[in-house]
């Protein structure tokens, strides 16, 4: 009986099979890992952020480190976390554009979420988001939060701690995809994140 239990939820007028999903990170990194996800019955996925293939990146290795907020415990139970230094995709974007028509074709009944990140430029994240929406994304997270790797390209947290940048590509982003959900995946790294998100709100 409790097989038969509806754990679906609709947001944004879309219709999540259950609440549970992956993020984008490791686990979303290629084609065949968000397919396997949801093979294994995960709501959704969020695809490894992608950019433009000029803003391309080589990730570092190795790609996880120990936390340090642990104090002096290097191992057992004083060592409190690790640290994910991945960047983003190093897949170029018209993999992960064929990706997205060939996930969205085989698993219909499923969400999949495009991740697209890019600097302060309307052109950039227009191309981006109208590429992810025509290859069938069924919404599009832009990362406003990549801590690390990116900032020296002004991608990332450099404009998601700016809540006049934040804003203006919410504005872009809706020009660009008027008729489908649009998340802004903001960064904690901040004073006061809800003056972020109210810049967010008000770009759209």
Same mark, same amino acid.
């Given at each position: 009986?409790?097989?038969?239990?509806?754990?679906?939820?609709?947001?944004?007028?879309?219709?999540?099979?259950?609440?549970?999903?992956?993020?984008? @990170?490791?686990?979303?990194?290629?084609?065949? *890992?968000?397919?396997?996800?949801?093979?294994?019955?995960?709501?959704?996925?969020?695809?490894?952020?992608?950019?433009?293939?000029?803003?391309?990146?080589?990730? %570092?290795?190795?790609?996880?480190?120990?936390?340090?907020?642990?104090?002096?415990?290097?191992?057992?139970?004083?060592?409190?976390?690790?640290?994910?230094?991945?960047?983003?995709?190093?897949?170029?974007?018209?993999?992960?554009?064929?990706?997205?028509?060939?996930?969205?074709?085989?698993?219909?009944?499923?969400?999949?979420?495009?991740?697209?990140?890019?600097?302060?430029?309307?052109?950039?994240?227009?191309?981006?988001?109208?590429? &992810?929406?025509? @290859?069938?994304?069924?919404?599009?997270? *832009?990362?406003?939060?990549?801590?690390?790797? *990116?900032?020296?390209?002004?991608?990332?947290?450099?404009?998601?701690?700016?809540?006049?940048?934040?804003?203006?590509?919410?504005?872009?982003?809706?020009?660009?995809?008027?008729?489908?959900?649009?998340?802004?995946?903001?960064?904690?790294? %901040?004073?006061?994140?809800?003056?972020?998100?109210?810049? &967010?709100?008000?770009?759209?």
């Amino acid at each position: 009986e409790i097989d038969a239990v509806d754990l679906s939820v609709d947001i944004c007028g879309l219709k999540f099979p259950n609440p549970f999903g992956l993020a984008s @990170a490791p686990p979303t990194t290629s084609a065949p *890992m968000c397919r396997r996800a949801i093979e294994e019955g995960w709501g959704f996925v969020v695809s490894k952020t992608w950019g433009l293939d000029k803003d391309i990146c080589t990730n %570092v290795s190795p790609r996880i480190v120990r936390g340090t907020t642990a104090g002096d415990g290097t191992f057992g139970p004083n060592q409190g976390a690790f640290l994910n230094i991945e960047l983003i995709s190093e897949k170029t974007e018209q993999y992960w554009l064929q990706s997205t028509r060939e996930i969205t074709r085989d698993y219909p009944d499923q969400v999949f979420i495009a991740s697209v990140m890019a600097s302060f430029n309307e052109a950039d994240w227009k191309e981006l988001i109208t590429n &992810a929406v025509d @290859a069938g994304a069924h919404a599009i997270e *832009m990362n406003l939060s990549c801590p690390h790797g *990116m900032g020296e390209k002004g991608m990332g947290l450099a404009c998601g701690q700016n809540p006049d940048m934040v804003e203006q590509i919410c504005v872009w982003a809706k020009e660009a995809a008027p008729n489908t959900p649009v998340f802004a995946k903001l960064t904690p790294n %901040v004073t006061d994140i809800v003056d972020i998100a109210a810049a &967010a709100q008000r770009g759209g």
